[in-house]
């Protein structure tokens, strides 16, 4: 959406980077199982704002593409790949209209939640691939202005989830640690 793509080219057109680039924690403490789960290395981060986890991926040897709607997240992204010396497939496009092309053993999603989009995701997963996804869950304990329709709900990501051939081998509601999250790690049958 347009009005999107406007709010986040001002969040990252100021002098210092949003996010850190420091992975996601969730993604960190994954990557090892993940890489013993998938067959290959082609991986996918959607929403990848400033790129810390498609850098991230790209340093542990994936081969990844990188889908967002802003064109500065998108340009720090990339220059900060060419800083760290890994290559990402850096995309600009609004995921509401995108179709996913390709088939990947690796898709993570942070941050960022599109409904619609999880069947394509799955369905653009290879056999034996696995979905990494963690964002803001509803909650009364949670701070700031935030959309609605942008949060999950409690037991959400597993309803979303179980329609889908495959397990859910993590599934986590973490009100613990500041803003409350879910997240889940999915593989395909
Ligand atoms: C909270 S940030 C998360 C960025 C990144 N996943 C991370 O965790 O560092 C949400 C991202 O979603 C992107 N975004 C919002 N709406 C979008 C859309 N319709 N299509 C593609 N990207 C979108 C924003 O530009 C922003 O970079």
Not at 164 to 187: K, M, N, Q, W, Y
Request: glycine share 8%; aromatic share 10%; proline share 3%.
């Amino acid at each position: 959406m347009e009005s999107d793509r406007v709010k986040w080219n001002q969040r990252y057109g100021g002098k210092d980077y949003m996010f850190s680039f420091t992975p996601s924690k969730f993604l960190a403490r994954s990557v090892e199982r993940v890489c013993a789960l998938v067959a290959g290395r082609r991986a996918l981060d959607i929403a990848c704002g400033e790129g810390r986890n498609a850098i991230f991926l790209a340093q542990h040897g994936f081969q990844v593409s990188a889908i967002d709607i802003s064109e500065l997240g998108v340009e720090r992204g990339r220059a900060r790949a060419e800083q760290v010396g890994v290559s990402v497939d850096f995309i600009v496009a609004d995921l509401e209209d995108y179709r996913l092309q390709g088939v990947y053993d690796l898709i993570v999603d942070f941050n960022f939640l599109l409904r619609p989009m999880i069947p394509e995701m799955v369905a653009s997963l290879a056999s034996g691939g696995v979905i990494l996804m963690e964002t803001i869950l509803s909650d009364p304990g949670l701070e700031g202005e935030h959309c609605k329709d942008y949060l999950l709900q409690s037991g959400e990501l597993e309803r979303l989830f179980s329609w889908f051939a495959g397990d859910i081998l993590l599934l986590e509601e973490d009100l613990s640690h500041g803003t409350p999250v879910a997240r889940v790690l999915f593989r395909k049958a």
